[in-house]
């Protein structure tokens, strides 16, 4: 029975040619390409089919007819094919530099840059004052070496690629010296051994993975040893008994055997974070300051600038990484270094008004601040529903992107009980919204961290949580009169 009833509806779906025949189909091409229009009704004809099928014979009594393919509905099919796949996000997690989200938002300056460069001509290779091609980490060398205290400084794609030319250059067929305990994996499988693997360097192990000593280094020390490699933990704390070289040590041991040392500092520091609770990240300056041959840091990171792999130092090092031919694949292009001059600029000539820089000033906002933005996003939501089950909670932020994995910020955030939703049910509808919303679930509640949420983006999450529980969608019409 079920399956002839199930028959019956199925031949009461109209053909595409059909509904391309339509007149409101037939204008609808006029709109859209024909080609979008005809993908659009062949998803809504199998979406139809599939709801058939898969319905129980007492759920099936509606009629599909060719006059229930609402127009509506094929703009909806093409309005989602035709949104680009990377968009902007809310971040409501409270991770601050979230890898998976972007990373760092980037200053005002930094994309106004941007904007200005993209769409012209740029002395990108040019050097306007001489006339000649220069290379295009010169825009930004004098602010690093500025900022930094360093002699020379380059910039390519990010900080694989910046560690990856390092070692390239310094210690291609020969041994690089690094302790087990350093021997990191960070996020994306990026690993210590592999980059060192294609770079050409042999990986020489000392120590053990707890506890390593000047001794070890030194018995590994050949005529073979090109470097001295200090990759800093900065997405793990070993505790307990533990013992780590100190740089130091580390320094004057290259200086002993006329050997460079080349520290990755993944995340990378500029500003000393100290005052505001955030301690045991050396800063860039510090580093530079202690005879470090080589350094190389994140651009994207903690550093608040758009990705790039930045990498200072003395200045026969970097004089030799620019000559590698390898520098040239992994430069970095026009928009990035428009992104991070603006933002260095922002260190070099305004170091007081860091708060420009997004993640700095996510970092360091005073948690009255936080509440009292978490305080506006209850209001807004309650006074639209009212018997809705959300409370303000204090709750703990994370730095994120690999720094100060043992630090939690304190925040305050909206817990919601979505019921009737489920707790995924409704984490899914926000992250179908337009813009999506990303927030955390802790214990059957999504929790809504007011540390990464723009002050703009407190009433759209309101009317955004208003909607879906009001209408089951992310559609609805909720004006901001509401709210």
């Known amino acids: 029975m079920h399956n002839r009833i199930e028959y019956e509806y199925l031949k009461k779906i109209p053909s595409i040619d059909a509904v391309m025949r339509t007149p409101e189909v037939d204008a609808l091409c006029r709109e859209f390409s024909r080609s979008l229009v005809i993908k659009a009704v062949r998803q809504t004809l199998n979406d139809r089919r599939m709801k058939i099928i898969s319905s129980e014979e007492k759920s099936i009594g509606k009629d599909y007819a060719i006059t229930e393919?609402?127009?509506?509905?094929?703009?909806?099919?093409?309005?989602?094919?035709?949104?680009?796949?990377?968009?902007?996000?809310?971040n409501a997690t409270g991770i601050i530099v979230h890898t998976n989200l972007g990373r760092a938002p980037l200053a005002k300056e930094a994309i106004e840059s941007i904007i200005e460069v993209a769409g012209s001509y740029s002395n990108l290779e040019y050097d306007l004052k001489?006339?000649?091609?220069?290379?295009?980490?010169?825009?930004?060398?004098?602010?690093l070496n500025k900022i930094c205290g360093a002699e020379s400084g380059m910039v390519v794609n990010n900080?694989?690629?910046?560690?990856l030319l390092s070692l390239s250059t310094l210690a291609k067929e020969r041994e690089v010296i690094v302790s087990r305990g350093e021997l990191i994996e960070i996020g994306g499988s990026f690993r210590i051994p592999e980059i060192l693997k294609q770079s050409g360097a042999i990986l020489v192990e000392v120590g053990t993975t707890n506890r390593t000593h000047i001794q070890d280094y030194r018995r590994a020390v050949t005529a073979q040893t090109a470097v001295l490699l200090r990759a800093h933990t900065s997405n793990y704390k070993i505790v307990g008994f533990t013992s780590e070289v100190e740089l130091p040590e580390l320094i004057g041991l290259g200086k002993e055997f006329n050997i460079p040392v080349v520290f990755d500092m993944g995340s990378g520091n500029l500003l000393d974070l100290s005052s505001f609770g955030l301690q045991g990240e050396p800063t860039i300056q510090e580093i530079v300051k202690s005879g470090v041959d080589v350094i190389s840091f994140s651009g994207d990171k903690i550093l608040g600038g758009p990705q790039a792999g930045i990498i200072i130092g003395k200045q026969k090092y970097i004089q030799e990484m620019k000559n590698n031919p390898l520098a040239r694949a992994l430069r970095i292009d026009k928009l990035t270094l428009a992104g991070l001059e603006a933002t260095l600029q922002i260190y070099a000539n305004m170091p007081e008004q860091f708060y420009r820089i997004p993640v700095l000033h996510m970092f360091t906002v005073p948690e009255g601040a936080l509440k009292r933005k978490a305080q506006k996003l209850f209001r807004n939501i309650k006074q639209c529903l009212p018997a809705i089950d959300i409370k303000m909670i204090k709750e703990v932020s994370q730095v994120g992107g690999g720094a100060y994995p043992?630090?939690?910020?304190?925040?305050?955030?909206?817990?919601?009980n979505p019921s009737p939703f489920s707790v995924n049910e409704f984490e899914n509808m926000l992250r179908s919204c337009s813009p999506p919303v990303v927030a955390r679930i802790s214990k059957d509640r999504i929790v809504f961290d007011t540390r990464t949420l723009f002050s703009s983006e407190l009433s759209m999450v309101a009317k955004i949580i208003i909607n879906i529980m009001k209408n089951n969608s992310v559609d609805s019409g909720i004006t901001e009169d509401l709210l």
Do not use: C, M, Q
Request: glycine share 4%; proline share 4%.
């Open 406 to 416: 043992t630090y939690n910020l304190p925040t305050w955030a909206i817990a919601l």
């Open 130 to 143: 001489r006339g000649v091609r220069i290379a295009r980490s010169e825009h930004v060398e004098s602010l």
């Open 69 to 90: 393919i609402s127009i509506n509905e094929l703009r909806k099919i093409i309005g989602d094919i035709l949104r680009p796949s990377f968009r902007n996000v809310v």
């Open 159 to 163: 900080n694989a690629a910046a560690i």
